[in-house]
């Protein structure tokens, strides 16, 4: 039998309902309402959306057919490049105790690729439409992410690692207090004696690093202590974090708070650069506890992510809005624990 000139090339890969929506002009809810609940359309809609599939040869996925009816017991979880704000290493535990938690409930978390960008939301619908994932969690949540209101949209259950930092509050999500835990590293300071403490951070714009800088400009305040001319700004990169703390050294600080343990290492090395000792000369204090943090010499005194607590009130959070699809959003903050090491006694030691 010929081929229809409107169908797809043969190596062009099996035929989505994403790619029947397009051609027919609708949404993919439209196209799943005309394969399970014809009844809803208009006669009209539905005859488009039946000629498209037929023109295009689409046969939906099993797990399609049964969109909102069975279960797939999969959580979906993009995976995205590494941004301001999180580490590598962060992210595994993390990942690591979510899908702990997913399991021990009875569900499996599938991994995909999750660039920024509208690029990104290309994945969730291809879960969506091919593999029936129950709902999403969503981490990297950045200003301008368009996730959240996409899922919104179309009903689709999901909770973030992260609250969204501009905008509409949309869904459920997780959140580590950043501004809590760089405050604690500003009381442990002064409870050193320390008083030029400074802050060496990302750009501003990042919620993640905003939210972090506003804990140690919070205290700071709280104890009368100076904050002008005691914050600089870098990158997650080593060389531009030790560029940023040299400033702060010339300016006379005896302790910085770093927003990342990366920063931190920054100004481990900008220290001896100047052939000063680390927690002698300077007083550090990282955040996220990475694997770096216990292996510098001396020990690096940081703000640990509860990532466990996390993971578990992630799945809790998706699991209650599967069951309750209707009920008002929920939004955990959860605080982070200041580990203390050697990087931080009080000034002159």
């Known amino acids: ?42 006669p009209e809609t539905l005859e488009r959306v039946r000629r498209t599939i037929e023109e295009m040869g689409y ?6 057919q049964t969109l909102r009816t069975r279960s797939s017991k999969l959580i979906g979880y993009g995976i995205r490049p590494t941004a301001p704000g999180t580490s590598a290493p962060v992210m595994d535990r993390f990942l690591h105790a979510l899908s702990q938690t997913a399991d021990e409930a009875g569900y499996r978390v599938l991994l995909f690729a999750s660039p920024p960008g509208t690029a990104g939301l290309d994945g969730y619908e291809e879960l969506l439409d091919l593999h029936h994932v129950d709902g999403f969690v969503l981490s990297g949540t950045e200003r301008g992410d368009q996730r959240q209101a996409w899922l919104e949209k ?33 009381e442990h300071l002064v409870g050193q004696g320390h008083r030029r403490i400074a802050f060496l951070g990302w750009p501003r714009g990042s919620g993640v690093g905003d939210d972090r800088a506003e804990g140690w400009q919070r205290a700071m305040r709280r104890h009368g202590l100076p904050v002008r001319g005691r914050r600089a700004q ?17 300016a006379g600080a005896t302790a910085v708070v770093a927003a990342s343990d990366m920063l931190a290492l920054g100004c481990y090395h900008a220290l001896r650069e100047r ?13 996220d506890d990475s694997p770096t943090a216990s292996l510098l010499s001396p020990g ?11 993971g578990r009130e992630c799945v809790r959070l998706l699991l209650a809005r599967m069951s309750e699809p209707g009920a008002p959003p929920e939004r955990v903050l959860l605080e982070p624990s200041l580990v203390v090491r050697d990087s931080t006694p009080a000034p002159g030691h």
Do not use: C, Y
């Open 1 to 42: 039998m010929p081929r229809s000139p409107n169908s797809p090339s043969p190596k062009a890969g099996p035929v989505t309902l994403a790619m029947v929506a397009r051609r027919a002009g609708v949404s993919p809810q439209t196209v799943s309402n005309a394969l399970n609940s014809p009844d809803l359309l208009r």
């Open 59 to 64: 046969r939906p996925h099993r797990a399609a």
């Open 154 to 186: 179309r009903g689709v259950p999901f909770v973030g690692f992260g609250r969204m930092w501009s905008g509409r509050q949309i869904g459920d999500w997780v959140d580590v207090d950043g501004a809590s835990g760089t405050d604690a590293a500003v």
């Open 234 to 250: 870098s990158v997650d990169d080593l060389s531009s974090a030790r560029a940023a703390a040299g400033p702060l050294l010339d």
């Open 275 to 287: 052939s000063a000792v680390p927690g002698r000369d300077l007083a550090v204090v990282g955040f």
């Open 300 to 310: 690096l005194s940081t703000v640990a992510q509860p990532l466990e607590a996390v």
